[in-house]
Structures are given as structure tokens and as C-alpha cells.
């Protein structure tokens, strides 16, 4: 095992989602252990009140990884993997479509400095505006590819993917 990745799904979505799956596939064939939670319970709570279950969910898997691990997370899971990565020890951030916060929820985005993190993000996010993801990504010195692509960001999954591969090639 080269290391171990916790890949966390957006709201509305699932373990099984492309994104995740997709990401979960591509580190395991390089040797990667992976774990998807399934946040969907956690998320008929609606937005602001899903991400603290998912936050306890989350920790709980930190502290069940035999060492510390990747976050990767799409939207909510992006959220909530940064916040997880100021209470635990990981290994790095891969996060995309990120909500800079959720109305409702009293705490702005926020993640671990220092953390290996890599962002990537839509130009056309109606959902998660790409001036949240500017400013994180500067406050950090974080790389930050951008896409043409929307919130989902399906037509791009292979940019992601290749991305992903580099990332994880620089923490190997």
C-alpha cells in the first residue's frame, strides 16, 4: 500500500458517484488503499445540517486509517474534508467544486496549512462561485486548475484524473 485515501461525495450524491469512483479506480491501480463514506443519511439533514455528521463520520475514518490520509472531496465533501484536516493529521487535500462556505452553517471554509493541497474548480460553478475557490487557493499558495466546466464537473473528468495522478505522484 503506497498510502490511503478517504474519498468524500458531494450533497445528492453518493459513494458510487462518477467522480469518486472514478478517483477511487485510478488510486488504487497505483497502489493506493481507498475508503468511500457514504454520507447520504448524514445528508436529508440539508446543507448546513449535514456537515456536522459528516465531519463526525469523517473523523471516525481519519482515526481508522492505518496511517494518515489523502481527503478528496467533491463540494460538500470538499468542505468537509478542509475542516476535518484542521482537527487530524493528513496527508494531503485534493478538492474539488469547493464552497468557499454553506449558507447556514456558522463556519466558513477553512483548512490545515502546510497540507499538500490541490484544488480544482469550473469557470461555469453556478453552484460554488470560482471567487471562493481564488481566494482559498491564494491565502494557501495552492495550485488551482480551473476548467470550462460546470458544478458537476463531468465534461472534464479526465483533466481531473490526470491532475489526480500528478498529486498523488508527489506525495509518493
Known amino acids: 500500500?503506497?498510502?490511503?485515501?478517504?474519498?468524500?461525495?458531494?450533497?445528492?450524491?453518493?459513494?458510487?458517484?462518477?467522480?469518486?469512483?472514478?478517483?477511487?479506480?485510478?488510486a488504487e491501480s497505483l497502489?493506493?488503499?481507498?475508503?468511500?463514506?457514504?454520507?447520504?443519511?448524514?445528508?436529508?439533514?440539508?446543507?448546513?445540517?449535514?456537515?456536522?455528521?459528516?465531519?463526525?463520520?469523517?473523523?471516525?475514518?481519519?482515526?481508522?486509517?492505518?496511517?494518515?490520509?489523502?481527503?478528496?472531496?467533491?463540494?460538500?465533501?470538499?468542505?468537509?474534508?478542509?475542516?476535518?484536516?484542521?482537527?487530524?493529521?493528513?496527508?494531503?487535500?485534493f478538492l474539488l467544486a469547493l464552497p468557499a462556505g454553506i449558507p447556514g452553517y456558522p463556519r466558513p471554509f477553512a483548512a490545515a496549512r502546510g497540507v499538500p493541497t490541490f484544488?480544482?474548480?469550473g469557470y461555469a460553478d453556478d453552484v460554488c462561485p470560482v471567487e471562493g475557490a481564488f481566494a482559498f487557493a491564494r491565502s494557501q499558495g495552492a495550485p488551482l486548475l480551473l476548467v470550462q466546466d460546470d458544478h458537476r464537473l463531468s465534461d472534464t473528468l479526465t483533466d481531473i484524473e490526470a491532475a489526480f495522478r500528478r498529486f498523488?505522484?508527489?506525495?509518493?
Do not use: C, N, Q
Open 31 to 93: 497502489g493506493w488503499a481507498t475508503l468511500r463514506p457514504d454520507y447520504r443519511e448524514d445528508d436529508l439533514k440539508g446543507h448546513a445540517g449535514s456537515v456536522d455528521p459528516r465531519l463526525a463520520r469523517l473523523a471516525a475514518a481519519i482515526a481508522a486509517a492505518p496511517v494518515p490520509p489523502v481527503l478528496v472531496g467533491s463540494s460538500m465533501g470538499a468542505f468537509a474534508s478542509g475542516l476535518a484536516s484542521l482537527d487530524a493529521e493528513v496527508a494531503g487535500l
Open 1 to 26: 500500500m503506497r498510502g490511503y485515501i478517504i474519498l468524500s461525495h458531494g450533497s445528492d450524491s453518493g459513494p458510487d458517484a462518477t467522480k469518486v469512483s472514478a478517483l477511487a479506480a485510478l
Open 168 to 172: 498523488l505522484e508527489t506525495l509518493a
Open 119 to 121: 484544488l480544482i474548480h
